[in-house]
């Protein structure tokens, strides 16, 4: 597992790279405010994207067809759970960078997709207000 401390949202793609690989499973893990839509954003920026990213708190996920990555929140999840498997699945089955947000809502369910497609673990953690420490695994 690697440790990266950032103390500006611009140097959050230290992380990107590894990102690179497709088709990618990305669980981010962290407290409220910690920053995983942050990253989401700042990778999409540095992808290219100049539209508004939001959180998909309430909508439970945003496609970015053109850049084929679907963004994905758990935290307000409520029965879905296959309808919701069956997405992540259909995404990275095409190719798509799925990142999660909230993964441990679903940890169970998620560990075949977990064995079956290539994932990345990021863990964020609030060091101060600026700062953050972000863990990466790569499974």
């Known amino acids: 597992m690697e ?3 950032v103390c500006e949202v611009e140097k959050l793609s230290q992380v990107f790279p590894y990102f690179d690989e497709r088709p990618l499973l990305v669980l981010l893990y962290g ?17 290219g994207y100049t539209g ?9 996920e945003i496609v970015y067809n053109d850049l084929g990555v679907s963004h994905i929140d758990l935290y307000r ?13 259909d995404r990275l089955e095409s ?8 993964p441990d809502r679903l ?10 497609f290539s994932t990345v ?18 499974l």
Not at 121 to 134: A, G, M, W, Y
Request: aromatic residues 10%; hydrophobic residues 40%; charged residues 25%.
């Open 121 to 138: 673990k990021v863990f964020i953690n609030i060091v101060s207000e600026e700062c953050r420490e972000i863990n990466v695994a790569v």
């Open 77 to 89: 999840l409520t029965g879905h759970e296959t309808d919701i498997l069956d997405e992540i699945v």
């Open 107 to 116: 940890e169970e369910q998620l560990a075949e997709i977990v064995d079956s």
């Open 95 to 102: 190719g798509y960078v799925v990142f999660i947000e909230w």
């Open 52 to 60: 508004r990213v939001k959180s998909p708190t309430f909508t439970y």
């Open 3 to 5: 440790t990266m401390h």
């Open 31 to 47: 407290p409220m405010g910690a920053g995983k839509t942050t990253l989401v954003r700042q990778y999409l920026r540095f992808k």
